[in-house]
């Protein structure tokens, strides 16, 4: 299985900030990853996927960049809507695996 | 919109079956351009993919979950659904249903999302 490994696991920051997750993979995946946004009691919204395209409706403040192992998710000014749990996905291979989650929480 | 809807008992007792339902509104489980898929969060946990179905009945599961997954579709109702059987308390966990897109340019991705169900796996 491809593992991947998320930094920090917990990110403490205030409105405004410029916010930055790391997704590693154990093996190189191309550009076949997808990140996710996750508040309490809610399912997983889709962020970015293909690594940096963005999804329709989701706002410009979010990017994502990277292929092969390194990827990155970056909210560039945060909003208090923006206080969730983050998840990197990678589809290049079977099964399936996610990111052990970043939380954002408020400084 | 494309809508998923889970449905099933929200408690099963242990080494019984668990066996829940997804209901698509707003596009077809027919089309051949989706993946059906079902995956899992324990209690404060992270995200498990189970696995997923096609529209042919072609499936593909989690290794850590095969021999005990079994998911297949019904295209006159517009539902796919999950099996999973000889359940324990590790199970317990809140299952959705997602939308599997493939496209070309690395595109992939879960697109849309059911809102959950917790099953709770207790005797």
């Known amino acids: 299985d491809i593992q991947l490994t998320q930094s920090p696991s917990v990110l403490s920051a205030s409105v405004g900030d410029r916010v930055t997750i790391t997704c590693r993979a154990s093996?190189?995946?191309?550009?076949?990853l997808a990140w996710y946004q996750q508040k309490p009691e809610k399912a997983p919204k889709l962020l970015i996927y293909?690594?940096?395209t963005l999804q329709s409706g989701v706002p410009s403040r979010f990017s994502g960049s990277g292929s092969g192992t390194d990827f990155t998710l970056t909210i560039s000014s945060l909003q208090p809507e923006d206080f969730a749990t983050y998840y990197c996905?990678?589809?290049?291979?079977?099964?399936?695996?996610f990111g052990g989650g970043t939380k954002v929480e408020i400084k | 919109q494309v809508q998923l809807q889970e449905s099933g008992p929200g408690l099963v007792k242990p080494s019984e079956t668990l066996s829940l339902t997804c209901t698509v509104s707003?596009?077809?489980?027919?089309?051949?351009?989706?993946?059906w898929s079902w995956i899992r969060q324990p209690p404060g946990g992270g995200l498990e993919w189970i696995g997923y179905?096609?529209?042919?009945?072609?499936?593909n599961y989690n290794p850590s979950l095969r021999s005990r997954v079994t998911m297949s579709v019904d295209m006159s109702k517009n539902q796919f659904s999950l099996r999973l059987n000889s359940v324990t308390a590790a199970d317990t966990a809140v299952y959705y249903c997602?939308?599997?897109?493939?496209?070309?340019?690395?595109?992939?991705?879960?697109?849309?999302w059911g809102q959950g169900t917790l099953v709770t796996v207790s005797s």
């Open positions: 707003g596009g077809s489980v027919s089309s051949g351009s989706y993946y």
């Open positions: 997602a939308r599997y897109l493939t496209v070309s340019d690395y595109g992939d991705s879960l697109d849309y």
């Open positions: 179905v096609y529209y042919s009945g072609h499936t």
């Open positions: 093996q190189g995946i191309n550009s076949y």
């Open positions: 996905l990678q589809l290049n291979a079977y099964p399936l695996t």
């Open positions: 293909a690594a940096s």
